[in-house]
């Protein structure tokens, strides 16, 4: 575990002079052992929350504050961190159970993203914000190499499509509702549906984005139903 301890480490860019933090950011709660890193999660959860949001601020300069929550939410939620903890490879540095990794612990999406919200808590702790930020933002730039809003919300249709077709055999279909506005500033009404039910309905400044919009909409609704 010490060289891949290591081995994380050249990945972060970053050597933790107190190296019982990092180990604590990597214990999961099955090991059993006198720490584990729920509470820098929780700590980790609130740094990537400012450091995302302040990113997303300067690169969207002309994007109102509702957009920006939404662009935010698509990149601070566990999707989002479970990828970002598969270009450091974190899975394979946690400390688990014989249980959990008998039942692909290492490769479930929370644990994995719990991992990475506390390696960048213990990061802050340790080296502070601005090593917090310039660490985020390079995995961040590195996961969505041309971070805009199609790039950042183009995985909920893909998502949508998966779901339905392994649920219902079929895809998603999406009709044009209508089109409001001034030419200069026109939006776009989208409806989807599955099976002939009208799931959701959402706008945006364009087809793509309102499309986008009425998939992540409708994968909450089936979500829901399928708890």
Do not use: W
């Not at 999707?79 to 598969?86: H, N």
Request: charged share 30%.
């Amino acid at each position: 575990m010490k060289i891949k301890l290591e081995t994380l480490q050249k990945r972060l860019g970053y050597q933790f002079k107190n190296q019982n933090l990092i180990i604590e950011a990597l214990t999961h709660k099955s090991s059993k052992l006198p720490h584990n890193n729920e509470r820098l999660e929780f700590l980790g959860d609130a740094v990537l929350d400012l450091i995302v949001g302040e990113y997303l601020y300067h690169a969207f300069k002309e994007v109102a504050e509702g957009e920006l929550s939404k662009l935010r939410a698509s990149l601070v939620n566990e999707k989002s961190f479970e990828k970002l903890a598969r270009l450091l490879d974190l899975g394979e540095c946690i400390y688990v159970s014989l249980a959990e990794e008998n039942n692909s612990g290492r490769e479930k999406a929370s644990l994995l993203s719990n991992a990475f919200e506390a390696i960048m808590g213990a990061l802050y702790l340790e080296a502070g914000l601005e090593v917090a930020r310039a660490t985020t933002i390079k995995l961040l730039e590195e996961a969505y190499p041309k971070i805009n809003m199609d790039a950042i919300f183009r995985d909920h249709k893909t998502t949508l499509q998966e779901l339905t077709q392994a649920y219902y055999g079929e895809t998603p279909e999406y009709r044009l509702v209508r089109s409001f506005g001034p030419d200069h500033k026109k939006e776009f009404e989208i409806a989807v549906s599955v099976q002939g039910r009208d799931l959701s309905l959402a706008s945006g400044k364009s087809k793509k984005e309102a499309q986008q919009k009425a998939a992540q909409l409708a994968l909450e609704i089936l979500k829901k139903e399928q708890k």
